[in-house]
C-alpha cells in the first residue's frame, strides 16, 4: 500500500485527479480531517492494522504551506517524528523504511499558499482569468476586506464555468482543473517517486 495523507477532501480530490491524469496509479489516499488534526493523525497512524503488519510501503504527507512553508514543513516533521520515530530531512525526500515517509508541503514562489493556488494558476492563461484578477482588485479597493482567500477566489472562477458554484474537489472531479499545466508539476512528481 501507498498511502497519501492531505487535510481534507477538497485535497483528497485535487490529489486523486491529478494522479488519474498523470498515470499513477496505485496509491490510496486519505484525509485526516482538517490541518488541525494532522499532528494527531499520523502520530495514531503506526497503530493501524495495515501499518503493524507493514503492509504500507510508503506515506506521503501533503499540507498546505498556508502562511508559511517553513511552519507547515515543521508540522509534517513533527508528527512524523512523534509517529514513527523517523526524521524527515527534506522536503519532499523520502526518510525510513518499512514504511518510507515524505512530506510535501504546497506553496507558491514566496512559501505562502495553497491547492486552491496551484489550481488557479493552471487557469490564469484561460480567457476571463483577467476580469476574476479585477473583480478581486475592485473589491479590495472599495470594501475593508483587503485580501481574499484563494478558496474564495477559486469559487469565483468556478462561479465563471459552470452553472452552478462548484468547490475545488468537484471541479477536480468534473474536469474543470487543467492537471497538464505546469503549476501541477512540482506536486505531481512528488506523487511518481511514492
Request: charge should be negative; include cysteine.
Amino acid at each position: 500500500m501507498k498511502l497519501v495523507v492531505c487535510e481534507g477532501r477538497d485535497d483528497e480530490a485535487v490529489l486523486s485527479g491529478l494522479c488519474e491524469a498523470s498515470g499513477i496509479t496505485g496509491l490510496t489516499f486519505e484525509n485526516c480531517g482538517g490541518r488541525n488534526k494532522l499532528e494527531r493523525f499520523v502520530r495514531q497512524l503506526h497503530i493501524r492494522l495495515e501499518f503493524a503488519h507493514q503492509d504500507v510501503e510508503s506515506l506521503a504527507i501533503v499540507i498546505d504551506a498556508e502562511t508559511s512553508l517553513e511552519a507547515s514543513w515543521q508540522k509534517i516533521r513533527n508528527a512524523v517524528q512523534l509517529g514513527f520515530k523517523v526524521k524527515l530531512a527534506e522536503h519532499g525526500a523520502f526518510a525510513g523504511e518499512e514504511p518510507r515517509i515524505a512530506g510535501f508541503v504546497v506553496s507558491g514562489p514566496h512559501g505562502r499558499g495553497m491547492i486552491e493556488d496551484l489550481c488557479l494558476d493552471s487557469v490564469s492563461d484561460r480567457p476571463g482569468y483577467a476580469c476574476l484578477q479585477q473583480y478581486f482588485q475592485c473589491l479590495a479597493e472599495k470594501t475593508d476586506k483587503k485580501e481574499y482567500h484563494s478558496k474564495a477566489k477559486f469559487r469565483a472562477w468556478m462561479a465563471s464555468q459552470a452553472e452552478y458554484e462548484a468547490y475545488i474537489g468537484e471541479a477536480a472531479k468534473h474536469g474543470f482543473i487543467p492537471w497538464e499545466k505546469p503549476a501541477f508539476t512540482p506536486l505531481r512528481d512528488f506523487l511518481r517517486q511514492l
